[in-house]
Nanobody, 124 residues
Framework: VQLQAYGGGLVQAGGSLRLSCVAS????????VGWFRQAPGKEREFVAA????????YYADSVKGRFTVSRDNAKNTVHLQMNSLKPEDTAGYYC??????????????????WGQGTQVTVSS
């Protein structure tokens, strides 16, 4: 499975962005998909995840109520809608999936396939 994330950019605090993650090579409709982010000098952290069917979602406390993850399996795409963005949301955002993530998980090591990342920069 090859994943490509896009939709990042520069936005002012309080603004919104919508990230997308598109899978190719093989469908990821049977697996959960996670979003992670990494800022310079910091470890990669979990942001959100969605189950294979979209019926279950999970969010980091830092983004709960502001971010929404969704998926369209017919289009092999997962979205991350980010509202009320804050400067501390600035990071590279990565989508991930894998055969082992049958259920939603926050642990990066359980994901086998990663996209190349898309940069989100929030100015104050």
């Amino acid at each position: 499975v090859q994943l490509q994330a896009y939709g990042g950019g520069l936005v002012q605090a309080g603004g919104s962005l919508r990230l997308s993650c598109v899978a190719s090579g093989r469908t990821f409709s049977s697996y959960a998909v996670g979003w992670f982010r990494q800022a310079p000098g910091k470890e990669r952290e979990f942001v959100a995840a969605i189950s294979w069917g979209g019926g279950s979602t999970y969010y980091a406390d830092s983004v709960k109520g502001r971010f929404t993850v969704s998926r369209d399996n017919a289009k092999n795409t997962v979205h991350l809608q980010m509202n009320s963005l804050k400067p501390e949301d600035t990071a590279g955002y990565y989508c991930a999936t894998g055969e082992r993530v049958v259920v939603v998980t926050t642990t990066p090591d359980e994901y086998d396939y990663w996209g190349q990342g898309t940069q989100v920069t929030v100015s104050s």
